[in-house]
């Protein structure tokens, strides 16, 4: 059985054990699927937020931190912050590499073994699509090579055409 797949549709939905979320470094919530995730999920997401806020002061950009779920399906939510996309010339492509493989990380520690992702950074942080699947589906496939722990990987789409992008690629 393939470990990776793609699916179109909103990652709130999903029946894994962890969804991440492309947070922004305050935690505190914002729009895009932050947003979805904020409002589906419920207050208990945003108080572990809060409190982690609290002890480290937010998430830096590649990094990851893991709270509980709230009311989604899934058991955990991976926060993460990705790059905002300036010109290619600030890091960006590490940075998006480190919110995949550090979220990995933190599934790993937590004996995760479902997780979905959204597409990181390509929405309001402009990350160019084609360049961010390629990390995205490099960096989770490299990890899933030298870990078991992780069995599925869900790359959740929720535009056409990043459904496309990742579907061509993975194919
Ligand atoms: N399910 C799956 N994917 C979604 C959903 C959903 N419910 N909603 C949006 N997307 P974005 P970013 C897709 O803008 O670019 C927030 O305000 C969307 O189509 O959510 O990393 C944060 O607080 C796009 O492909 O995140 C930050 O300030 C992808 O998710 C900032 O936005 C990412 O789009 C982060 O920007």
Not at 10 to 23: H, L, M
Not at 56 to 66: L, N, R
Not at 113 to 141: D, E, L, M, R
Not at 158 to 167: A, P, T
């Amino acid at each position: 059985m393939k470990r990776i797949k793609v699916v179109q549709g909103d990652i709130t939905k999903i029946k894994v054990e962890a969804i991440v979320n492309a947070a922004n470094t305050s935690l505190l919530g914002g729009s895009g699927v932050d947003g979805a995730i904020h409002k589906a999920g419920g207050r208990a997401i945003l108080e572990e937020c809060q409190s982690i806020r609290n002890r480290q002061g937010g998430c830096k950009i590649g990094e990851a931190v893991i709270t509980p779920a709230g009311k989604l399906c899934a058991n955990f939510v991976i926060h993460t912050v990705g790059p905002f996309w300036k010109n290619g010339s600030y890091n960006e492509e590490k940075l998006l590499f480190l919110a995949y493989s550090n979220s990995l990380k933190l599934a790993v520690d937590n004996e995760i073994k479902t997780i979905a992702f959204p597409n990181i950074s390509t929405g309001i942080y402009g990350f160019p699509k084609k360049c961010a699947a390629k990390i995205a589906i490099h960096t989770v496939a490299d990890f899933l090579a030298t870990s078991n722990t992780i069995e599925e990987v869900i790359f959740v789409c929720l535009d056409r055409e990043n459904y496309n992008i990742y579907k061509a690629m993975l194919e």
